[in-house]
């Protein structure tokens, strides 16, 4: 009597049969399953390594030594710098730090290569200071430059935001000269 009730329930919630809304339910519990396991508990220690022949471990630990492979190298500071010099460091030499320059800030975004390094959809920016075209939300190359003027408060507020996220996200390395960064103006693209 019971099963019947909950069957007719499920029937006229769903608008499915009892078995077809079963099936269902199943699916989703075995995807649930499946991609939650994909995912690796915190707590969890993580696989051991292979055993490895002892030579092949003295070349890693040589490696590891002399700095074979660090994945985001800690920010250099660059201290005062030029538009020209900050043109260096535009991604294409991966053993440079990925550099941009926002209101006379220089910024270290080499975390973010995927996004401004060579193939990334922001690499225009790199190597650049990036005010005004951040401020109007542009990629002509005609507004890679730090001259503010003709702004309007809406450009000035969107240009805040884009600031204030680079100083949350990535860490402040330098400025530009004071010949290219007198009152926020630094006129002249890159």
């Not at 492979?69 to 053993?95: C, H, M, N, S």
């Not at 996004?115 to 109007?136: I, V």
């Amino acid at each position: 009597m019971a099963a019947q009730g909950i069957a007719e329930a499920v029937q006229a919630y769903t608008g499915l049969s009892p078995a077809a809304a079963v099936t269902i339910l199943a699916l989703m519990l075995a995807t649930y399953l499946l991609v939650s396991s994909l995912f690796v508990a915190p707590d969890a220690a993580p696989p051991k390594p292979p055993p490895q022949r002892k030579e092949e471990e003295q070349q890693q630990q040589q490696q590891e030594e002399a700095g074979a492979f660090v994945p985001y190298p800690d920010p250099v500071q660059v201290g005062e710098i030029t538009l020209e010099q900050l043109a260096a460091y535009d991604g294409k030499d991966p053993a440079k730090p990925i550099l941009i320059a926002i209101r006379g800030q220089v910024y270290d975004v080499t975390r973010g290569r995927l996004f401004y390094g060579p193939q990334g959809p922001y690499s225009l920016f790199a190597g650049r200071d990036a005010t005004r075209a951040l401020a109007l939300m542009s990629f002509d190359p005609i507004d890679l430059t730090g001259d503010l003027d003709g702004l309007g408060p809406d450009e000035l507020e969107v240009l805040q935001d884009w600031e204030d996220k680079f100083k949350e996200r990535y860490p402040t390395v330098g400025h530009l000269a004071s010949e290219n960064a007198a009152d926020g103006n630094h006129g002249g693209a890159a």
